[in-house]
């Protein structure tokens, strides 16, 4: 189970924070991300870290948007700043106990994020 936090409204060129926690039976999680989605359009990766500190970033969001892992709490934060209206979608978290920045097995529920005046 994935719990996710945080979302909301901001205005354009703020920051906001979004957190995903997930709760596992035996083993530790390695992939976690976060995706966004569009009424529309494709799910498409945000970032994404593996617990042996691999990293992915969507060029959208290179030197905007900051991904960090807790592997000990199974936790990933996305921290979100210079936000732009464009940035606005609902945010997935995603996980997978494998080795992996984008194929992800289980899925949040989903957090908006609206950029907005």
């Known amino acids: 189970q994935l719990v996710e936090s945080g979302g909301g409204l901001v205005q354009p060129g703020g920051s906001l924070g979004l957190s995903c926690a997930a709760s596992?039976?035996?083993?530790?999680?390695?992939?976690l991300g976060w995706y966004r989605q569009a009424p529309g359009r494709q799910r498409e990766l945000v970032a994404s870290v593996t617990s042996g500190g691999r990293s992915k970033t969507a060029d959208s969001v290179k030197g905007r948007f900051t991904i960090s892992k807790d592997n000990a709490k199974n936790s990933v934060d996305l921290q979100m700043k210079s936000l732009k209206p464009e940035d606005t979608d609902v945010y997935y978290c995603g996980a997978s106990y494998k080795n992996t920045l984008d194929d992800f097995q289980y899925w949040g529920q989903g957090t908006q994020v609206t950029v907005s005046s």
């Open positions: 596992t039976s035996r083993f530790a999680i390695n992939g």
